[in-house]
């Protein structure tokens, strides 16, 4: 099962923050999507994530100033 969360407009540490709390209602082995436009949270909510053992799936640029990340829950 896959979960989406649109943090457009969330700067950091708000976006890590919220992913984090997301992340904490699903399951281990979930994954989610999450839409991020403020460039910085492309590099800083990857590397938190990991450091909390969480598997970054993908990282990619979908249009001018907006980014998907996909996150398996760690489990």
């Given at each position: 099962?896959?979960?989406?969360?649109?943090?457009?407009?969330?700067?950091?540490?708000?976006?890590?923050?919220?992913?984090?709390?997301?992340?904490?209602t699903?399951?281990?082995?979930?994954?989610?999507?999450?839409?991020?436009?403020?460039?910085?949270?492309?590099?800083?909510?990857?590397?938190?994530?990991?450091?909390?053992?969480?598997?970054?799936?993908?990282?990619?640029q979908?249009?001018?100033?907006?980014?998907?990340l996909?996150?398996?829950?760690?489990?």
């Amino acid at each position: 099962m896959s979960e989406k969360l649109d943090l457009r407009g969330e700067v950091c540490p708000f976006t890590f923050v919220k992913t984090k709390l997301k992340l904490e209602t699903m399951n281990p082995g979930e994954e989610l999507e999450v839409i991020l436009d403020y460039e910085p949270a492309t590099r800083n909510v990857p590397r938190s994530l990991k450091n909390e053992g969480h598997e970054v799936l993908d990282l990619r640029q979908v249009k001018e100033n907006e980014w998907v990340l996909k996150v398996r829950k760690k489990g």
